[in-house]
């Protein structure tokens, strides 16, 4: 299945040229693993702690970094992906799923203190991410959360 994931840089000099291939990479896996047959559209931003930061006071109303934010399009139910309960670009007919941004500072310093490196905690991120655009969540510490858990474990190989 061919997706169009769209990853862009906020600003330059972020470092981590390899950054958008592995999202990419991270992406797709995550859409095969949760069984999404039609083409999607997502769109990437990588930033930094600032970028994030006033993004994320601006749209949830919380008044600091993050790693990653998503913005879903649609409201879908957890490992139930429908495609007809998404909205479709007009031009393409590709399912249009949202956004995420990632911020390339906060991702670097966690793979450090999560000990696996950059590369792993930016995939993880992104799957992370696409869980959310899919309609996963994990606001509360119940069944929500570890389905969440779960799902990024078995898509991320840690089973």
């Known amino acids: 299945m061919k997706?169009?994931?769209y990853v862009s840089r906020e600003k330059p000099g972020?470092?981590?040229n390899n950054a958008a291939r592995l999202v990419k990479k991270a992406i797709t896996a995550?859409?095969?693993?949760?069984?999404?047959?039609?083409?999607?559209i997502i769109s990437v931003m990588l930033t930094d702690d600032e970028g994030i930061h006033q993004v994320n006071r601006d749209f949830r109303g919380v008044d600091r970094p993050t790693d990653v934010l998503s913005f879903p399009?649609?409201?879908?139910?957890?490992?139930e992906f429908d495609p007809e309960d998404c909205e479709i670009d007009p031009e393409s007919g590709a399912v249009m799923l949202?956004?995420?941004?990632?911020?390339?500072?906060?991702?670097?310093?966690q793979g450090e203190e999560y000990g696996h490196g950059f590369d792993r905690e930016i995939q993880y991120l992104a799957v992370h991410s696409t869980l959310h655009?899919?309609?996963?969540?994990?606001?509360?510490?119940?069944?929500?959360?570890?389905?969440?858990?779960?799902r990024?474990?078995?898509i991320m190989g840690d089973e």
């Open 14 to 16: 972020l470092g981590h």
């Open 3 to 5: 997706h169009e994931i």
């Open 152 to 154: 990024e474990k078995a």
């Open 133 to 150: 655009l899919l309609g996963y969540d994990h606001l509360d510490e119940g069944p929500m959360k570890a389905q969440m858990r779960a």
């Open 73 to 79: 399009l649609n409201e879908l139910v957890p490992g």
């Open 98 to 109: 949202g956004d995420m941004m990632i911020s390339l500072p906060r991702c670097e310093a």
């Open 30 to 40: 995550a859409l095969e693993a949760e069984k999404v047959n039609i083409s999607c």
